[in-house]
């Protein structure tokens, strides 16, 4: 069992930037894929980010690829997610996701949703124009 608890959402103005936080409980976090999705309302939530269980790989959506940045530090058993230059379009609820994927696994595959036991609750972040 993994309790995920997101941090860092606010308001900040276009061109801004914010970094989210996503503190893990359990002593396996670096077993574990992690990502971000985010949603609004009416809308699916949406792949953002994802990351491996050692860093090394990660995966992002086209539409913040060269905007958001994601990482984790395994001895904090924490996953980050730097947003840059935001848009008004970039509010939304995000939320932290984990998954133990197979011993080989493609880190895109894990834009799926589908493939996440543990959410978050999520946390705000409304850009103003």
């Known amino acids: 069992q993994v309790q995920l608890v997101e941090s860092g959402g606010g308001l900040v103005q276009a061109g801004g930037s914010l970094r989210l936080s996503c503190a893990a409980s359990?002593?396996?976090?670096?077993?574990?894929?992690m990502a971000w999705f985010r949603q609004t309302p009416g809308k699916e939530r949406e792949f953002v980010a994802a990351?491996?269980?050692?860093?090394?790989?990660?995966y992002y959506a086209d539409s913040v690829k060269g905007q958001f940045t994601i990482s984790r530090d395994n001895a904090k058993n924490t996953v980050y997610l730097q947003t840059n230059k935001l848009k008004p379009e970039d509010t939304a609820v995000y939320y932290c996701?984990?998954?133990?994927?197979?011993?080989?696994?493609?880190?895109?595959?894990?834009?799926?949703?589908?493939?996440?036991?543990?959410w978050g609750q999520g946390t705000q972040v409304t850009v103003s124009s």
């Open positions: 996701a984990a998954s133990i994927p197979p011993p080989s696994y493609r880190i895109s595959a894990y834009a799926n949703r589908a493939r996440y036991d543990y």
């Open positions: 359990g002593r396996t976090f670096s077993s574990y894929a």
């Open positions: 990351i491996s269980g050692g860093g090394v790989l990660t």
